[in-house]
C-alpha cells in the first residue's frame, strides 16, 4: 500500500511537472487604461477573466483542431493581449493579440460575451496554420469564425446558414459553411487545419469529403 501511494505521489508530480513544461503564459496589459475604453474594460471584463479565456478558448482550440499532443500543435511558450486605443476590433500576429478600447466603449451589448468570441476568434488565428501563406484569407478567418460558433459565441448579428456569395467570403459566411462541411464529415475542419501545416489546396476539399469545394458550396446554399 505504502508502495501505490509512493508510485501515485510521484505519477502526479511527474504530471505536474510536464503541464509545467508545456504550459502557454498568458499575459494581458491595458495600454489604454485612461481612455473610456480602457476603463470599461477593466470594469466590465478585466484581465483576470481574460486570461482565463485565453486559457479555456486555448484548450477549446486544441481540442476543435484534434490536436491531443503538443507535437500536433504550434510551439509557442507565451501569448500576450493588449488592450489598446485604436479603431477597428482586434487582429493578431506573432503571438500578439491587439483589441481595440474604442470598439469595447462602443459596444452596446453584452460587451465581456463579445470579447470573449472576440478573443475566441483571435486565439484560433494564433494556432490555426496558414499553409505558409498560402491559404485564402477568408478561409483563415472562416476558420476562426468557425471555432468561435463552435464554442457558442457567434453574436445575433451573424448571417444564417444558407447567405452569402462566396464560400471564401470569410469571417460568418464562411464559418457557416464550414459547419455544414463538418456535418458531412465530423473533424472536417481539424482535417482540413491539419493539411495546410505546409501549404493549401482546394484539392483537399475533394480529398477530404470527394467533391470540388465550389460544387460543395453549391449544394450547401440549395440546401
Not at 507565451?78 to 506573432?94: E, K, P, Q, R, T
Request: glycine fraction near 10%.
Amino acid at each position: 500500500m505504502a508502495n501505490l501511494v509512493v508510485f501515485l505521489f510521484s505519477s502526479l508530480a511527474i504530471l505536474s511537472a510536464m503541464r509545467g513544461i508545456l504550459a502557454v503564459d498568458y499575459t494581458v496589459t491595458n495600454t489604454a487604461a485612461s481612455t473610456s475604453g480602457g476603463a470599461r474594460f477593466d470594469s466590465d471584463i478585466g484581465s483576470p477573466y481574460t486570461q482565463q479565456t485565453m486559457d479555456a478558448s486555448t484548450e477549446f482550440i486544441w481540442r476543435t483542431f484534434q490536436q491531443d499532443t503538443p507535437a500536433d500543435r504550434k510551439t509557442l511558450q507565451s501569448v500576450s493581449l493588449f488592450i489598446d486605443d485604436m479603431d477597428g476590433v482586434a487582429y493578431a500576429s506573432n503571438g500578439q493579440i491587439h483589441v481595440s478600447a474604442r470598439y469595447i466603449q462602443s459596444y452596446s451589448g453584452d460587451v465581456r460575451r463579445e470579447i470573449t468570441g472576440v478573443i475566441y476568434h483571435e486565439m484560433t488565428h494564433i494556432w490555426q496554420w496558414n499553409g505558409n501563406g498560402q491559404t485564402p484569407g477568408g478561409l483563415i478567418e472562416g476558420i476562426a469564425d468557425f471555432v468561435r460558433l463552435k464554442a457558442g459565441y457567434a453574436p445575433s448579428h451573424w448571417v444564417s446558414p444558407g447567405q452569402g456569395d462566396r464560400w471564401d467570403q470569410g469571417y460568418d459566411v464562411t464559418a457557416r459553411f464550414l459547419e455544414y462541411c463538418d456535418g458531412l464529415r465530423s473533424g472536417f475542419v481539424a482535417e482540413l487545419n491539419k493539411k495546410m501545416i505546409s501549404g493549401y489546396s482546394d484539392n483537399y476539399f475533394v480529398e477530404l469529403l470527394g467533391k470540388p469545394v465550389d460544387q460543395l458550396w453549391t449544394e450547401y446554399k440549395a440546401r
